[in-house]
């Protein structure tokens, strides 16, 4: 099992920056990769980001890309997400999620194993 915790969240207003984090515990060696994924009310949940522990390149939603970095502290076990320019389509939980078998679909969902609890952004205009 891996563990997953969020954190960093709140409110802001646009143009703005947030940081989130997620820390993994448990069994951590078993996750390969790490992504990002926000879900608005009433909306799916869609892909954000990922990066693989391993290193590698890192990889964007064409509506991020320019604005938000995925970044891995491995001697820590986790995961950053640095978001500036924060628009009000941001608004949206956001979830950290690990793949324990890493296959390349990044930005699929059913990709990944374990998801943490989430954590509310709120962008206002």
């Known amino acids: 099992q891996v563990q997953l915790v969020e954190s960093g969240g709140g409110e802001v207003q646009a143009g703005g920056s947030l940081r989130l984090s997620c820390a993994a515990s448990?069994?951590?060696?078993?996750?390969?990769?790490m992504g990002w994924f926000r879900q608005g009310p009433g909306k799916e949940r869609d892909f954000v980001a990922a990066v693989r522990w391993a290193g590698g390149p890192t990889y964007y939603a064409d509506s991020v890309k320019g604005r938000f970095t995925i970044t891995r502290d491995n001697a820590r076990n986790t995961v950053y997400l640095q978001m500036n320019s924060l628009k009000p389509e941001d608004t949206a939980v956001y979830y950290c999620?690990?793949?324990?078998?890493?296959?390349?679909?990044?930005?699929?969902?059913?990709?990944?194993?374990?998801w943490g609890q989430g954590t509310q952004v709120t962008v206002s205009s």
């Open positions: 448990g069994r951590t060696f078993s996750s390969e990769a």
């Open positions: 999620a690990a793949d324990t078998l890493y296959s390349g679909r990044y930005y699929y969902p059913g990709e990944y194993d374990y």
